[in-house]
C-alpha cells in the first residue's frame, strides 16, 4: 500500500447517528471538498458513504482525483478493523456487515475503517489538546460515554481493540438506573447528554430541550446545578479507578456535551481535586477539535494508515 505523501489529498468519513460527513483535504489540512447527508437506518447507511464519496471525488479536478491516494471511513458501535467488519451499531441498526472492498473497489484506494470514538480520541491525543503528551485519557461526552487512553505513549486498544468504554463504568450501584447495556448504575445512566436532560426533568417535573439548555441554567436555577454536580461527581468516580491504576497527566474532554466549556472542566477539576489521595490530580482539558475530531482524525489517519 503505497503511503500518501504530504501533498496527496486523502478522503475521510465520519459515520454518525444522524448524519454522514466527509472531506477531502490535502496535507496542510485545507478542505477541497466536503459534504453531508442524513445517516440512512441499517446497512443503506453504506451505500450513502458510497455516494457521498463518489460526488466528493468528483468534484475534484481529475489531476487531483488521480492523487487521492487513501481514504479512511470511521464508525459508529463496534468495529472489527483487522477483519473490515462493522460488528454491531445499534445507532445506526447494523449487525455484521462486511466492509472489506466495497469502498476500496468503488473508489479505486485503500480505504481503511475504524471505530469513530477511537480516531477521534487519537486526533485530541496526538494533535490536540493532548499532544506532546504520553499519558492522555481523552473523553468524547455525548449521547454516549467513551474515549481513549494513552499510556506511555501509546494508543490502548485492548485485545478485542474496544478500549476506552468510560460509560459502561458502574458507579452508583445501590440506586442507579438500568443502562441500556444491561448493567445497573453505568456512568453513562447519570453524565451522558440524555441522562442530565432526563435528570432534571425528573428533578423538576419540566421538560428540557436537553443538556445544554441545562448548562445554560447553572446561574440561576438550583435543580440544574443539583442535577450537573450529580453528573460530574459520576464522571469523577467512573475515572478514579482509570486515574489510579495509570496516572495520566491530561484528561481531555471532548463531544458534544464539552460545549459546556470552562463550567465542565473546572468542576471535574474541582472533584478530582477533593477525591485522589493517592494519585496525582491529572488537569482537566477541552479538546481542540470539537465535533470536528472525528474528521480530523480520520484524514490524519488516512494519510498515516496508524493509530500509533
Ligand atoms: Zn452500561
Not at 488521480?66 to 473490515?84: E, F, N, Q, T, W
Not at 428533578?203 to 450529580?230: I, N
Amino acid at each position: 500500500m503505497r503511503t500518501p505523501g504530504p501533498a496527496d489529498p486523502v478522503l475521510a468519513v465520519d459515520v454518525g447517528g444522524t448524519t454522514i460527513k466527509a472531506e477531502i483535504t490535502d496535507g496542510a489540512g485545507e478542505v477541497l471538498s466536503s459534504g453531508t447527508v442524513a445517516t440512512p437506518p441499517g446497512a443503506a447507511a453504506f451505500d450513502a458513504v458510497g455516494a457521498l464519496g463518489d460526488r466528493l471525488l468528483a468534484e475534484l479536478p481529475a489531476v487531483q482525483r488521480d492523487r487521492v491516494m487513501r481514504a479512511a471511513v470511521i464508525l459508529p458501535g463496534i468495529v472489527d478493523p483487522a477483519r473490515s467488519l462493522a460488528v454491531f451499531s445499534s445507532n445506526v441498526g447494523w449487525r455484521d456487515v462486511k466492509v472489506g472492498s466495497r469502498f476500496t473497489d468503488r473508489w479505486d484506494m485503500p480505504v481503511l475503517i475504524e471505530h469513530d470514538v477511537a480516531v477521534a480520541g487519537w486526533a485530541e491525543w496526538r494533535y490536540g489538546a493532548g499532544r506532546g503528551c504520553d499519558d492522555v485519557c481523552v473523553l468524547i461526552l455525548g449521547t454516549g460515554i467513551s474515549g481513549t487512553l494513552s499510556v506511555g505513549g501509546r494508543l490502548v486498544r485492548g485485545a478485542a481493540g474496544q478500549a476506552g468504554e468510560y460509560g459502561h463504568i458502574p458507579v452508583r450501584h445501590r440506586d442507579g438506573l438500568r443502562c441500556p447495556c444491561g448493567n445497573v448504575g453505568c456512568v453513562e445512566t447519570v453524565a451522558s447528554g440524555a441522562a442530565i436532560a432526563r435528570a432534571y426533568t425528573a428533578r423538576t417535573g419540566r421538560e428540557t430541550a436537553g443538556a445544554e439548555t441545562v448548562f445554560a441554567a447553572l446561574d440561576s436555577d438550583p435543580d440544574a446545578r443539583a442535577v450537573v454536580a450529580d453528573a460530574i461527581d459520576a464522571l469523577a468516580e467512573g475515572l478514579f479507578g482509570v486515574i489510579h491504576a495509570t496516572c495520566p497527566e491530561l484528561v481531555v474532554l471532548g463531544g458534544g456535551l464539552a460545549r459546556a466549556g470552562d463550567v465542565l472542566t473546572g468542576a471535574l477539576q474541582d472533584r478530582l481535586t477533593e477525591l485522589l489521595r493517592v494519585a496525582p490530580v491529572p488537569r482537566v482539558v477541552l479538546g481542540e477539535f470539537g465535533a470536528r475530531a472525528g474528521l480530523v482524525g480520520a484524514a490524519r489517519y488516512a494519510r498515516s494508515g496508524t493509530l500509533d
